[in-house]
């Protein structure tokens, strides 16, 4: 068990996530510029048994305009933070999307299947793979998809604000993934870096279980509002296709992707993401 970890991102949902999960380990959390140099300050902190990279700009749409901001957070600063974990000879988990694939594959997508990222954000989280790869960094590249949970900017939230404000809500129904819960996948790569050993190093897909599409997720939180008896305005959700919700950076149609690897290699399934709604939702509600 990693005793002493450097965790980037832990503002961010999943990094929240990620910092409750550590429990009794010794986390660093800095607060540095990854759009910039950051060697020099990473250089000089106290060892560290491992590092959690939560960090990304994950502003898809926008990266079409600021490739290089996108590149510098998303390529550049995993590529620093493998060249310290080779250098040290300690494993660095990294977070990833599935954005790196373009959708055309009927099926949900396994490791071995060909990256074709189709927008700017998922071609800058590709070549920060390639990078901590290239770095012979002891790693696990965890690729996940649709994060929610009670906290920061995500779906969930977005659709519950909806859902109190408005009597007509459009949600895409033709792109296909899993909605996962933070908690949930911050367990899970907490449990994998606990027992990691070099040979785990690689990519691995991590998802909750149950796949659906943005509006199936969308439907499954109005109808857990009214269960939970919240002032529900929305009477009328209605499902739309992406070409009716146009948007700069082109999204993979299939997002599904097959964790049976994840499971095979550290023992553990991931349950549905519908068991983390009602309690999400309950949380959540306070903010409104």
């Not at 494993?91 to 694939?101: A, E, G, N, Q, R």
């Not at 439907?219 to 509002?225: L, N």
């Not at 991931?270 to 959540?284: E, H, Q, T, V, Y």
Request: glycine share 6%.
């Amino acid at each position: 068990m990693v005793k002493t970890v450097l965790l980037l991102g832990s503002t961010g949902q999943l990094g929240q996530s990620l910092r409750s999960q550590l429990g009794e380990a010794s986390v660093f959390t800095p607060s540095w510029d990854l759009a910039g140099d950051f060697s020099g300050p990473l250089g000089e902190l106290p060892d560290v048994d491992g590092i959690l990279n939560a960090s990304a700009y994950t502003a898809v749409d926008k990266a079409e305009a600021e490739p290089d901001q996108a590149r510098a957070i998303n390529t550049l600063a995993p590529q620093i933070l493998a060249r310290y974990a080779a250098q040290r000879g300690i494993p660095l988990v990294h977070v990833s999307t599935d954005y790196v694939f373009d959708g055309t594959k009927k099926d949900p997508y396994t490791e071995d299947d060909a990256p074709n990222p189709l927008s700017v954000y998922g071609a800058s989280k590709r070549a920060g793979e390639e990078a901590i790869i290239a770095s012979g960094a002891p790693h696990l590249i965890f690729r996940t998809s649709w994060v929610i949970s009670a906290v920061r900017h995500n779906f969930l939230r977005t659709m519950m604000r909806l859902f109190l404000t408005r009597p007509e809500v459009r949600v895409v129904n033709d792109q296909h993934g899993a909605p996962n819960a933070a908690d949930d996948l911050a367990s899970a790569m907490v449990h994998a870096l606990s027992c990691f050993q070099s040979h785990h190093s690689g990519i691995y897909h991590l998802s909750n279980t149950d796949y659906a599409t943005w509006y199936d997720l969308a439907h499954a939180i109005w109808g857990e509002m009214h269960r939970q008896t919240m002032p529900v305005v929305t009477q009328h959700l209605i499902p739309i296709a992406t070409k009716d919700y146009p948007t700069p950076a082109q999204r993979p149609a299939n997002s599904r992707l097959d964790p049976r690897k994840f499971s095979d290699t550290f023992g553990r399934v991931l349950p549905s993401w519908r068991d983390a709604l009602p309690s999400l939702i309950a949380k959540a509600i306070h903010d409104f």
